[in-house]
């Protein structure tokens, strides 16, 4: 069984920085793409970034280009989201996946085969 366990989120201004820590376990993550999705209020779940398997590939959504940067130490069985230049539209809970199933390309995944609890990212203007 694999759990997933985020930490990092909380309260930032406009333009500040936060770095999100997934650690994982029940799996060896060298074995899987991993990545991150947001849910803000009222909206659904959604694709943030991804990363391959041993981090020689990632993917973004349009939104976070530039300012986010995904990237995993699988000694540590932890992935990371460095988020830079945050802005209030960022305020979401973020989640960690892990994706057994999706094939790495061009396109995001939709769904993953695990996730996190989730932590809350909020962004004040």
């Known amino acids: 069984q694999v759990q997933l366990v985020e930490s990092g989120g909380g309260l930032v201004q406009t333009g500040g920085s936060l770095r999100l820590s997934c650690v994982a376990s029940?799996?060896?993550?060298?074995?899987?793409?991993m990545g991150w999705f947001r849910q803000a209020p009222g909206e659904e779940r959604a694709f943030v970034a991804a990363?391959?398997?041993?981090?020689?590939?990632?993917l973004y959504t349009d939104a976070v280009k530039g300012r986010f940067t995904v990237s995993r130490d699988n000694a540590k069985n932890t992935l990371y989201l460095q988020m830079d230049n945050l802005k209030p539209d960022d305020t979401a809970v973020y989640y960690c996946?892990?994706?057994?199933?999706?094939?790495?390309?061009?396109?995001?995944?939709?769904?993953?085969?695990?996730w996190g609890q989730g932590t809350q990212v909020t962004v004040s203007s």
């Open positions: 990363i391959s398997r041993h981090g020689g590939a990632t």
């Open positions: 996946a892990l994706f057994a199933k999706w094939m790495w390309g061009s396109t995001p995944p939709t769904e993953a085969d695990y």
């Open positions: 029940g799996r060896t993550l060298s074995e899987y793409a």
